[in-house]
């Protein structure tokens, strides 16, 4: 069978030596479910707790990548538990299999060798983008193809929103959950005296439409790498 284009995500916890191993165990299993439930649709290889530490899985959705990786994120930090993310781009080779051991491909071997050579091995490059030890780190390769525009993208992007305040959290969290409300019905949601302005303001301190555009930016070039390797 013919390689298919693909993205793998090999996530490995944080000093998880140090950890009670039940606690890390339930944890990884709360988010192996919950990412699972998610992106069911998407994933050619369904995510799976693999050597008592990590999380592997295979989406081929290259448009909902972004949304994949943001997910991942989002439950590192409601679980304490930040990880090593190697987000590997290219051809899945193993179509006969979600067995996480087995499956094979350059998306694979690019998600391992992001997460285990250039991540662990902190090089300069990816300390711009990778300060705290507290948090979940990232690298994509995608070789050859460039690696570092998805990088560069990506990064400009957990750097915005890990500055956002509470209210600027509230305010982006009422926006994107219910679209048709208005700047007003928000404000007077949140109970501020000035709905508009402050809503308006809040967003812009928390740079909301730079966000957007580089969230388009970085999907938009998923696809086109997704073209690129169909070729």
């Not at 957990?158 to 509230?170: A, M, N, V």
């Amino acid at each position: 069978m013919k390689p298919i284009p693909a993205i793998c995500v090999a996530a490995d916890v944080k000093k998880s030596k140090q950890m009670e191993k039940t606690r890390l165990l339930n944890i990884l299993s709360e988010c192996e479910q919950a990412i699972n439930k998610r992106f069911h649709h998407d994933l050619l290889v369904p995510f799976m707790i693999r050597n008592g530490d990590e999380l592997i899985g295979v989406i081929a959705n290259f448009a909902n990548t972004y949304p994949l990786i943001d997910y991942i994120v989002q439950q590192s930090h409601l679980h304490r538990c930040p990880f090593y993310l190697g987000i590997g781009v290219g051809n899945l080779e193993t179509m006969n299999t979600t067995d996480v051991h087995a499956i094979n491909g350059s998306a694979v071997l690019h998600a391992f060798e992001a997460r285990d050579k250039h991540l662990k091995e902190n090089k300069e490059k990816i300390k711009i983008w990778n300060e705290r030890e507290t948090e979940t780190s990232f690298y994509i390769l995608s070789e050859p193809l460039p690696s570092e525009p998805l990088n560069t993208l990506l990064g400009f992007i957990l750097s915005i929103k890990r500055k956002w305040t509470d209210k600027q959290k509230q305010v982006i969290y009422l926006m994107e959950q219910y679209p048709e409300w208005t700047y007003e019905k928000i404000g007077n949601h949140l109970g501020y005296k000035s709905p508009i302005s402050t809503v308006s303001y809040l967003l812009k301190r928390a740079d909301y439409q730079k966000l957007k555009m580089a969230e388009a930016s970085l999907t938009q070039l998923l696809l086109l790498y997704q073209t690129l390797l169909k070729a």
